[in-house]
């Protein structure tokens, strides 16, 4: 029978099986990401044939970590060690590809015997000296998804590239990038003499122990992993993975609000046949068996369609671009499963209220009923039959605010969060009082952008400029807590320095020493002429000092020399701020810089912010949730209006009787639309204090994400709120116009 209900009202039925769809599809398609970077990190490291894996301890993520060669040289002559291969990664732009992942090995690694030439020569071939220009080997996902084969030139951040070959591993995230010589990847990252991480092949096993030993005596400032170990240390996979399951989380709740609105319209739609059962002898629990039946069947629906369909956008990406090795073959069988057992959670929380409503009805009172609500009607003392609409379905309309304003609510959030984090940033520009910031051009990450001191030094000697301050920053993971600690490195006395307010200590004046926020200070309870250690290199705590921007209070100030050897971009700097002597020349200044120097982008110190590729890449991404967002709500509020539609046929049929044109029924369903928009506006707010709140207490990114709320943003909420009200009221609108008075007074 629970099936024979659900195709009786099969636009119902597909709508609400959309919505859940589409937030499963969601977490297929996030999740399938968040696998490939797993899969490719486990893949690539254990396939090096490696025993042992040496990288800079606490780094973000294999990209950001940097060993002096030298070591590499130190690490070659122990005699526990057969082989020993440096690999320098990174990512960079190429084309129409904003994160293109490359891999710099030397000629003679042993690890490159697991790349399959499959077109061109080797590294190793003897014929490769006669390539003109710089060599790269191009992955054969890379290699389709940009149309290149050997021969061909390809560009990286600024530099151009002679495609030597065409490689196949069988691992996507190593086949959706490219291969460099170990020299010119140092080149091209802005890391001479630097590598990642270096991999190790003992001359016996049984030799481990003793090896392991030996490092921690001469080399404790670096970690030693066994190669398992060290992909599953790997952060970013694990915050790509906290935000898979924060957006699909969002867009299955979503769908389960609609859900369990439609469940209890279809409780409240078929009263008088529940009455019937439960007159023919049919049990409570039995009636509640069926109406959780259907929420199950709708939900499990949902999950095959949104199966589905995040295979087929993983095929469609696959085909379209490389970032991150994204395939469907990282669609693993686990993720699906993770996919069903949220929708049959779902489908139990959402359809147990409507359940337990339909067996509770009493078998008289649901024989008696006549459609609306069961019992007396309450009317507002205001408002016309919108409102009034609306208030008679109390239940409904609640569910529908609900679905709005978190579909709204998490979007502003989003907005605010990045909006405070955006307005610190340039608070900190601005704090430096300078007209011109300065980054490499052609970047996909400002963190990546390596500047040579050699043009700040041409920049300085312009006529126009007063001084130049470099600044380099980097982030590591502190052990202890989790949480990230921000570096900047300044020239102790640079007037960039000057601006942090030093309430204890000595302000910052030579190598060795750091300067950390007062909060970072008592979060790791350090004091004056304490050590701190990171990633490896310890530093003597001089000064605290306290800022009115969050993120660099918890955070720490270096010298620009410390920094640059942190990094392992000597003589690089992140950014530059120009002063000028004459500010009002700051716009000539912008466009003659970016003519004379075009590896680095220049621009006003009040819009470099918004032109930055991460802010730019950040609104990318906020986009696309709005897009998943409003697209699941407005099915939501879509659902809920068709319902009212239906449940209301009797009512449209006396109204166009009564003489009322289609027009004005049309007005009337899109007025309560518009209503159900406004009020949902106003509660997304509330909704928006509530998430932002919630993501302030993540322990290790919250305290980077305090938001900045204006009018703006509520005008905006409210604009959505609108927006989706609309797009969920017309279809039902236009239905409800489309109505024969006979037909309509005929409807049981």
Not at 321 to 345: C, K, Y
Request: net charge neutral; glycine share 12%.
């Amino acid at each position: 029978m629970f099936l024979k209900n659900l195709l009786r009202r099969k636009i119902r039925t597909l709508l609400t099986v959309l919505g859940i769809s589409i937030g499963v599809a969601a977490i297929i398609g996030l999740g399938s990401l968040a696998n490939g970077l797993e899969n490719g990190y486990q893949a690539m490291l254990t396939g090096s044939k490696a025993d042992l894996i040496i990288s800079q301890p606490d780094t973000f993520d294999i990209s950001y970590s940097s060993i002096d060669e030298k070591i590499g040289e130190q690490l070659a002559a122990a005699p526990e060690v057969s082989e020993i291969s440096g690999m320098l990664e990174g990512f960079t732009q190429t084309e129409d590809e904003p994160f293109f992942f490359v891999f710099g090995y030397p000629r003679e690694s042993f690890v490159l015997g697991r790349f399959q030439i499959m077109d061109g020569i080797g590294l190793r071939d003897k014929e490769l000296h006669k390539i003109h220009g710089k060599p790269i080997w191009l992955g054969s996902a890379a290699a389709e998804v940009l149309n290149k084969k050997p021969g061909d030139t390809l560009r990286l951040t600024g530099s151009s590239y002679r495609i030597a070959g065409i490689y196949q591993t069988g691992d996507v995230f190593e086949d959706s990038g490219a291969i460099l010589e170990l020299r010119d990847a140092q080149d091209l990252l802005g890391k001479p003499r630097q590598v990642s991480i270096y991999y190790i092949r003992l001359k016996d096993l049984a030799l481990k122990q003793r090896f392991m030993v030996r490092f921690e005596r001469l080399w404790s400032d670096l970690s030693l992993s066994g190669v398992k170990d060290f992909a599953d240390k790997q952060a970013l996979q694990d915050y790509i993975l906290g935000f898979v399951w924060a957006i699909g989380g969002l867009a299955i709740i979503i769908g389960g609000v609609g859900m369990m609105n439609s469940q209890l319209m279809s409780v409240m739609e078929r009263t008088r046949e529940i009455g019937v059962l439960r007159a023919i002898g049919w049990s409570k629990w039995r009636v509640l068996w069926m109406i959780l039946r259907e929420s199950l069947a709708v939900c499990l629906l949902g999950g095959m369609l949104g199966i589905g369909l995040g295979w087929l956008l993983l095929m469609s990406l696959s085909m379209s671009t490389v970032v991150m090795g994204i395939s469907s073959a990282n669609l693993r069988p686990e993720l699906i499963v993770q996919a069903f057992f949220i929708v049959i959670v779902l489908g139990l929380v959402g359809g147990l209220y409507p359940a337990w409503r339909a067996s509770k009805m009493q078998p008289v009172e649901a024989l008696r009923y006549e459609g609306g609500s069961i019992g007396k009607v309450k009317r507002l003392p205001f408002g016309g039959l919108a409102v009034q609409g609306l208030f008679q379905r109390l239940g409904r309309t609640t569910l529908t605010l609900t679905t709005i304003g978190i579909t709204v609510g998490a979007i502003i959030a989003l907005e605010g969060v990045m909006k405070g984090f955006t307005g610190s940033f340039e608070q900190t520009l601005l704090g430096t009082q300078n007209e011109i910031m300065i980054r490499q051009a052609d970047v996909s990450d400002t963190s990546l952008s390596a500047i040579d001191e050699r043009i700040g030094d041409k920049i300085a000697a312009m006529p126009e400029v007063k001084y130049v301050s470099g600044v380099i920053i980097a982030a590591v993971v502190l052990p202890d807590t989790g949480g990230f600690f921000i570096i900047e490195g300044y020239e102790p006395g640079s007037n960039s320095v000057q601006r942090f307010k030093i309430i204890e200590g000595k302000p910052l004046s030579s190598n060795h020493e750091i300067i950390i926020g007062k909060q970072m200070a008592d979060l790791l309870k350090r004091r004056i002429g304490d050590s701190l250690d990171l990633s490896g290199v310890r530093f003597r705590i001089v000064g605290i000092y306290e800022s009115k921007v969050s993120w660099e209070e918890l955070g720490g100030v270096i010298t620009l020399r410390d920094g640059q050897t942190f990094t392992g971009r000597p003589r690089k700097v992140t950014m530059y701020s120009v002063k000028l002597h004459d500010p009002s020349q700051a716009n000539e200044m912008v466009t003659k810089v970016n003519r004379q120097f075009p590896e680095v982008y220049a621009s006003l110190t009040g819009e470099f912010v918004q032109q930055m590729p991460d802010m730019q890449n950040s609104n990318g991404m906020l986009n696309g949730i709005s897009f998943l967002a409003i697209l699941i709500g407005g099915v939501g509020v879509l659902n809920t209006m068709l319902m009212a539609v239906f449940e209301r046929t009797r009512e449209i049929g006396v109204l166009r009787a009564l003489g009322w044109q289609r027009k004005a029924i049309l007005g009337l369903i899109l007025k309560e639309a518009l209503i159900l928009g406004l009020l949902g506006g106003f509660v997304s707010i509330g909704i928006a204090f509530i998430l932002a709140h919630l993501m302030q207490r993540e322990p290790t990114l919250g305290a980077y994400l305090t938001p900045s709320w204006d009018w703006i943003i509520f005008l905006r909420a409210i604009s959505i709120a609108l927006l989706l009200g609309l797009l969920g009221g017309l279809y039902p609108a236009y239905r409800a116009t489309r109505l024969q008075p006979i037909e309509a007074l005929r409807y049981e």
